[in-house]
Protein backbone atom coordinates (compact mmCIF):
# COMPACT_ATOMS: atom_id res chain seq x y z
CA UNK A 1 0.00 0.00 0.00
CA UNK A 2 1.34 3.41 -1.19
CA UNK A 3 1.67 5.85 2.09
CA UNK A 4 2.65 8.66 -0.29
CA UNK A 5 3.66 9.36 -3.71
CA UNK A 6 5.43 12.60 -5.21
CA UNK A 7 5.05 13.25 -8.41
CA UNK A 8 7.49 15.90 -10.28
CA UNK A 9 7.51 17.90 -7.42
CA UNK A 10 9.13 21.20 -6.76
CA UNK A 11 9.30 24.35 -4.58
CA UNK A 12 10.57 27.18 -5.60
CA UNK A 13 11.07 30.28 -2.60
CA UNK A 14 10.53 33.31 -4.39
CA UNK A 15 11.66 36.56 -2.52
CA UNK A 16 11.88 40.30 -4.47
CA UNK A 17 15.55 39.45 -6.04
CA UNK A 18 16.35 35.86 -5.77
CA UNK A 19 14.48 32.63 -6.89
CA UNK A 20 15.63 29.56 -5.08
CA UNK A 21 14.96 26.21 -6.63
CA UNK A 22 15.11 23.97 -3.16
CA UNK A 23 13.50 20.96 -5.02
CA UNK A 24 13.48 20.77 -8.84
CA UNK A 25 10.71 17.31 -10.46
CA UNK A 26 11.65 15.42 -6.91
CA UNK A 27 10.04 11.49 -7.58
CA UNK A 28 9.34 9.75 -4.34
CA UNK A 29 7.15 6.80 -3.52
CA UNK A 30 7.34 5.55 0.31
CA UNK A 31 5.24 1.81 1.13
CA UNK A 32 3.41 1.82 4.19
CA UNK A 33 5.43 0.84 6.79
CA UNK A 34 9.01 1.83 5.36
CA UNK A 35 12.03 3.27 7.16
CA UNK A 36 13.54 5.87 4.86
CA UNK A 37 16.55 7.94 5.37
CA UNK A 38 16.66 11.10 3.96
CA UNK A 39 20.29 12.27 3.26
CA UNK A 40 22.21 15.18 1.30
CA UNK A 41 24.94 18.24 2.42
CA UNK A 42 23.33 21.31 3.83
CA UNK A 43 20.86 23.54 1.21
CA UNK A 44 20.16 19.84 -0.93
CA UNK A 45 16.34 20.23 0.28
CA UNK A 46 15.85 17.90 2.99
CA UNK A 47 13.68 20.00 5.49
CA UNK A 48 11.79 21.48 2.93
CA UNK A 49 11.09 18.03 1.46
CA UNK A 50 9.95 17.23 4.62
CA UNK A 51 8.21 19.99 5.58
CA UNK A 52 5.89 19.28 2.04
CA UNK A 53 5.30 15.31 2.90
CA UNK A 54 4.39 16.41 6.55
CA UNK A 55 2.05 18.97 4.81
CA UNK A 56 3.30 22.20 7.28
CA UNK A 57 4.41 23.47 3.61
CA UNK A 58 2.57 23.49 -0.08
CA UNK A 59 4.45 22.51 -3.47
CA UNK A 60 5.09 25.03 -6.11
CA UNK A 61 4.50 22.81 -8.65
CA UNK A 62 3.60 18.93 -9.54
CA UNK A 63 1.52 16.25 -7.11
CA UNK A 64 1.48 15.13 -3.35
CA UNK A 65 -0.64 12.01 -3.22
CA UNK A 66 -1.37 10.90 0.25
CA UNK A 67 -2.61 7.22 0.77
CA UNK A 68 -3.38 7.66 -2.60
CA UNK A 69 -5.30 10.58 -2.40
CA UNK A 70 -4.22 13.35 -4.51
CA UNK A 71 -3.76 16.33 -1.86
CA UNK A 72 -1.73 18.90 -4.42
CA UNK A 73 -4.58 21.59 -4.11
CA UNK A 74 -5.90 21.20 -1.12
CA UNK A 75 -6.71 23.76 1.19
CA UNK A 76 -4.64 24.56 4.46
CA UNK A 77 -7.85 23.79 6.80
CA UNK A 78 -8.03 20.41 4.99
CA UNK A 79 -3.77 19.33 5.20
CA UNK A 80 -3.93 20.29 8.75
CA UNK A 81 -7.07 17.86 9.38
CA UNK A 82 -5.11 15.24 7.24
CA UNK A 83 -2.38 15.96 9.10
CA UNK A 84 -3.23 15.88 12.81
CA UNK A 85 -4.48 11.91 12.21
CA UNK A 86 -1.95 11.20 10.40
CA UNK A 87 1.41 12.57 10.85
CA UNK A 88 3.49 12.61 14.01
CA UNK A 89 6.72 15.34 13.99
CA UNK A 90 9.60 14.81 15.60
CA UNK A 91 12.54 17.76 15.76
CA UNK A 92 16.22 18.48 16.80
CA UNK A 93 15.53 20.76 19.02
CA UNK A 94 12.68 18.71 20.89
CA UNK A 95 10.21 21.68 20.83
CA UNK A 96 8.33 20.28 23.25
CA UNK A 97 6.20 23.86 25.28
CA UNK A 98 8.46 24.68 27.98
CA UNK A 99 5.19 25.80 30.25
CA UNK A 100 3.30 22.02 30.24
CA UNK A 101 4.53 19.06 31.92
CA UNK A 102 5.50 16.09 30.25
CA UNK A 103 1.92 14.37 29.96
CA UNK A 104 0.77 17.93 28.92
CA UNK A 105 2.70 17.79 26.28
CA UNK A 106 1.92 14.58 25.18
CA UNK A 107 -1.91 14.63 25.95
CA UNK A 108 -2.05 18.26 23.95
CA UNK A 109 -1.24 15.92 20.58
CA UNK A 110 -4.98 14.33 21.49
CA UNK A 111 -6.81 17.32 22.27
CA UNK A 112 -7.47 17.32 18.28
CA UNK A 113 -9.04 14.10 18.32
CA UNK A 114 -12.61 13.32 19.33
CA UNK A 115 -11.34 11.59 22.39
CA UNK A 116 -12.84 11.93 26.33
CA UNK A 117 -10.37 13.04 29.02
CA UNK A 118 -10.01 9.38 30.71
CA UNK A 119 -9.49 7.74 27.71
CA UNK A 120 -7.25 10.55 26.81
CA UNK A 121 -4.99 10.02 30.24
CA UNK A 122 -5.01 6.21 29.50
CA UNK A 123 -3.60 6.89 26.17
CA UNK A 124 -1.16 9.03 27.81
CA UNK A 125 -0.02 6.83 30.38
CA UNK A 126 0.53 4.05 28.28
CA UNK A 127 2.88 5.60 25.69
CA UNK A 128 5.40 7.29 28.63
CA UNK A 129 5.54 3.83 29.66
CA UNK A 130 6.71 2.53 26.42
CA UNK A 131 8.96 4.99 26.06
CA UNK A 132 10.23 5.13 29.60
CA UNK A 133 8.86 8.25 30.53
CA UNK A 134 6.12 7.58 33.45
CA UNK A 135 8.82 8.50 35.91
CA UNK A 136 8.79 12.43 34.56
CA UNK A 137 5.32 12.71 33.85
CA UNK A 138 4.95 15.78 36.28
CA UNK A 139 8.40 17.14 35.59
CA UNK A 140 8.58 20.52 33.15
CA UNK A 141 10.90 20.25 30.30
CA UNK A 142 13.44 21.98 31.38
CA UNK A 143 13.71 19.30 34.42
CA UNK A 144 14.64 16.81 31.70
CA UNK A 145 17.58 16.14 29.88
CA UNK A 146 17.99 16.72 26.03
CA UNK A 147 17.52 12.38 25.97
CA UNK A 148 14.39 12.66 28.02
CA UNK A 149 12.86 15.48 26.28
CA UNK A 150 13.12 13.76 22.72
CA UNK A 151 11.19 10.90 24.56
CA UNK A 152 8.48 12.60 25.50
CA UNK A 153 8.59 14.37 21.81
CA UNK A 154 8.58 10.41 20.61
CA UNK A 155 5.64 9.80 23.39
CA UNK A 156 3.94 13.16 21.41
CA UNK A 157 4.04 11.55 18.03
CA UNK A 158 2.70 8.52 18.16
CA UNK A 159 0.09 9.18 20.99
CA UNK A 160 -2.62 9.58 18.57
CA UNK A 161 -1.41 6.06 16.80
CA UNK A 162 -0.05 7.77 13.63
CA UNK A 163 0.89 6.00 10.16
CA UNK A 164 3.64 8.39 9.56
CA UNK A 165 6.23 9.84 11.51
CA UNK A 166 8.79 12.33 10.33
CA UNK A 167 11.31 13.06 12.26
CA UNK A 168 14.22 15.74 11.28
CA UNK A 169 17.52 14.88 12.90
CA UNK A 170 16.18 13.29 15.90
CA UNK A 171 19.78 12.44 17.11
CA UNK A 172 21.50 16.31 15.80
CA UNK A 173 21.17 17.70 19.81
CA UNK A 174 21.63 14.38 21.36
CA UNK A 175 25.25 12.52 22.38
CA UNK A 176 25.81 9.09 20.83
CA UNK A 177 24.20 6.96 23.75
CA UNK A 178 21.10 8.88 23.61
CA UNK A 179 20.80 8.85 20.38
CA UNK A 180 21.26 5.37 20.07
CA UNK A 181 18.16 4.98 22.42
CA UNK A 182 16.28 7.38 20.15
CA UNK A 183 17.17 5.15 17.14
CA UNK A 184 16.06 2.12 18.95
CA UNK A 185 13.11 4.01 19.82
CA UNK A 186 12.29 4.64 16.15
CA UNK A 187 13.45 0.96 15.38
CA UNK A 188 10.45 -0.28 17.72
CA UNK A 189 8.17 1.70 16.43
CA UNK A 190 9.12 0.57 12.61
CA UNK A 191 8.66 -2.70 13.96
CA UNK A 192 5.14 -2.58 14.48
CA UNK A 193 3.88 -0.99 11.29
CA UNK A 194 4.94 2.68 11.56
CA UNK A 195 6.15 4.21 8.81
CA UNK A 196 9.30 6.67 9.11
CA UNK A 197 10.98 8.93 7.07
CA UNK A 198 13.98 10.62 8.98
CA UNK A 199 16.90 13.04 7.82
CA UNK A 200 19.69 12.57 9.16
CA UNK A 201 23.68 13.48 8.38
CA UNK A 202 24.53 10.62 10.42
CA UNK A 203 25.74 7.35 8.30
CA UNK A 204 25.45 5.17 11.56
CA UNK A 205 21.41 6.88 11.74
CA UNK A 206 20.97 6.14 8.54
CA UNK A 207 22.05 2.35 8.79
CA UNK A 208 18.67 2.02 10.58
CA UNK A 209 16.01 2.42 7.73
CA UNK A 210 15.70 0.15 5.01
CA UNK A 211 16.56 2.79 1.83
CA UNK A 212 18.31 5.91 1.77
CA UNK A 213 17.50 8.60 -0.31
CA UNK A 214 20.33 11.09 -0.80
CA UNK A 215 19.64 14.57 -2.58
CA UNK A 216 21.40 17.13 -4.33
CA UNK A 217 20.74 20.64 -5.17
CA UNK A 218 16.93 19.31 -4.87
CA UNK A 219 17.41 16.68 -7.34
CA UNK A 220 17.07 13.02 -5.53
CA UNK A 221 20.65 11.59 -7.13
CA UNK A 222 20.61 8.33 -5.72
CA UNK A 223 18.53 5.20 -3.77
CA UNK A 224 20.09 2.52 -1.90
CA UNK A 225 18.05 -0.28 -0.49
CA UNK A 226 19.55 -2.08 2.74
CA UNK A 227 19.43 -5.78 2.89
CA UNK A 228 16.84 -6.82 5.66
CA UNK A 229 19.03 -7.43 8.92
P1 LIG B 1 18.44 21.37 3.88
O1 LIG B 1 17.36 20.99 4.85
O2 LIG B 1 18.92 20.23 3.04
O3 LIG B 1 19.57 22.09 4.54
P2 LIG B 1 16.50 23.31 2.93
O4 LIG B 1 15.33 22.54 2.50
O5 LIG B 1 16.45 23.98 4.26
O6 LIG B 1 17.80 22.38 2.82
O7 LIG B 1 16.81 24.44 1.84
C1 LIG B 1 16.88 24.18 0.44
C2 LIG B 1 17.16 25.49 -0.29
O8 LIG B 1 16.03 26.36 -0.17
C3 LIG B 1 18.34 26.28 0.28
O9 LIG B 1 19.00 26.91 -0.80
C4 LIG B 1 17.70 27.28 1.18
O10 LIG B 1 18.48 28.44 1.31
C5 LIG B 1 16.39 27.56 0.48
N1 LIG B 1 15.30 27.93 1.38
C6 LIG B 1 14.80 27.13 2.37
N2 LIG B 1 13.77 27.74 3.01
C7 LIG B 1 13.63 28.96 2.40
C8 LIG B 1 12.72 30.07 2.58
N3 LIG B 1 11.77 30.04 3.51
N4 LIG B 1 12.87 31.14 1.78
C9 LIG B 1 13.82 31.17 0.83
N5 LIG B 1 14.69 30.17 0.58
C10 LIG B 1 14.60 29.07 1.37
P1 LIG C 1 19.27 10.36 31.06
O1 LIG C 1 20.59 9.67 30.95
O2 LIG C 1 18.20 9.55 31.70
O3 LIG C 1 18.79 10.99 29.79
P2 LIG C 1 20.80 12.30 32.55
O4 LIG C 1 21.78 11.30 33.12
O5 LIG C 1 21.27 13.25 31.52
O6 LIG C 1 19.46 11.58 32.07
O7 LIG C 1 20.18 13.14 33.76
C1 LIG C 1 19.87 12.56 35.04
C2 LIG C 1 18.78 13.40 35.74
O8 LIG C 1 19.21 14.75 35.88
C3 LIG C 1 17.54 13.44 34.88
O9 LIG C 1 16.59 12.54 35.37
C4 LIG C 1 17.03 14.85 34.97
O10 LIG C 1 15.90 14.94 35.83
C5 LIG C 1 18.17 15.65 35.55
N1 LIG C 1 18.65 16.59 34.52
C6 LIG C 1 19.41 16.29 33.44
N2 LIG C 1 19.68 17.38 32.69
C7 LIG C 1 19.07 18.41 33.31
C8 LIG C 1 18.96 19.80 33.05
N3 LIG C 1 19.52 20.38 31.98
N4 LIG C 1 18.25 20.56 33.90
C9 LIG C 1 17.66 20.00 34.98
N5 LIG C 1 17.73 18.69 35.28
C10 LIG C 1 18.42 17.89 34.49
Known sequence: MS??????????????EVETVALDKVQVEIEQGEFVAIMGPSGCGKSTLLNIIGMLDTPSDGNY???????SDYSEG?????????????FQSFNLIDELSVEENIELALL??????SERKA?????????GIAHRAKHMPSQLSGGQQ????????????????????????????????VMEMLQALNDEGTTIIM?????AHADYARRTINLFDGHVVTENLRAAQ
Open 150 to 181: QRVAVARAVVGDQALILADEPTGNLDSAHGQE
Open 78 to 90: QLSEIRKHNIGFI
Open 123 to 131: RVAKVMDKV
Open 3 to 16: MLKLHNLSKIYRTD
Open 65 to 71: FFMDEDI
Open 199 to 203: VTHSP
Open 112 to 117: YHNIPS
